[in-house]
Every structure is written in C-alpha cells, then in structure tokens.
Nanobody
C-alpha cells in the first residue's frame, strides 16, 4: 500500500510560480509511474503531467507544456511539480497519483494510488 500526501498549494497571482510536492510512504516510489492530475470546480479530473519509473519518460498536457515540470527524487520518495507562469485557468485541486506498472500514462484509470489533493488558486 502506498500513501501519497501532497503539499505546496496556495494562492498566487497570475504569472507567479508554485512548487507542489508529493511525498510517499509505505513503499518506495522508484518502480512506480507518477503523475499529477487536477480538477477544477464543476469539471472532470484532467491529466497534467506524468513521469515513468525511469524518470526519463515524461508526458505533458498541451495546456501546461513549457510552463510545468515534473521531477522525481527517489532518494526522498517524493515527486515534485514545478509550476511557472501560472494563470487563472490553472486554478484547481491538484492530485498526485502512483501507477504500479511504472508507465506514467495519461488516464486516471492507470493509477492505483491517489493523494488527497492540494488547492492551487491563481488570481487575476
């Protein structure tokens, strides 16, 4: 069993930056694919970015490409999401997810474990 805890969310102005963290316990994350998803009020949960178990393969949604970066630190059992050039459309609850298969795919049903989410609000 893997427990995931997100942190780092908050309120930021348009153009600002935040770094989210996802700390895991229970198992080492080194063999898991990891991803960040987000869900805005009244909308479905959407894919943001994923990284495979090797740390080499990454996938980004078009809406965040060039602005967001996913990083994994297996020694700290933590995955990060660096978010730059934020805009109000990025406002959502951000969720970390872990995939036992290690692929780091774009779909929610590929993931076995989820965190509780952290709120990111970008003011205009």
């Amino acid at each position: 069993q893997v427990q995931l805890v997100e942190s780092g969310g908050g309120l930021v102005q348009t153009g600002g930056s935040l770094r989210l963290s996802c700390a895991a316990s229970g198992r080492t994350l080194s063999t898991y694919g990891m991803a960040w998803f987000r869900q805005a009020p009244g909308k479905e949960r959407e894919f943001v970015v994923a990284i495979d178990q090797s740390g080499v393969g990454t996938r980004y949604s078009d809406s965040v490409k060039g602005r967001f970066t996913i990083l994994r630190d297996n020694a700290k059992n933590t995955v990060y999401l660096q978010m730059n050039s934020l805009n109000p459309e990025d406002t959502a609850v951000y969720y970390c997810a872990a995939d036992r298969a290690g692929w780091g795919l774009r779909t929610t049903n590929a993931y076995d474990y989820w965190g509780q989410g952290t709120q990111v609000t970008v003011s205009s």
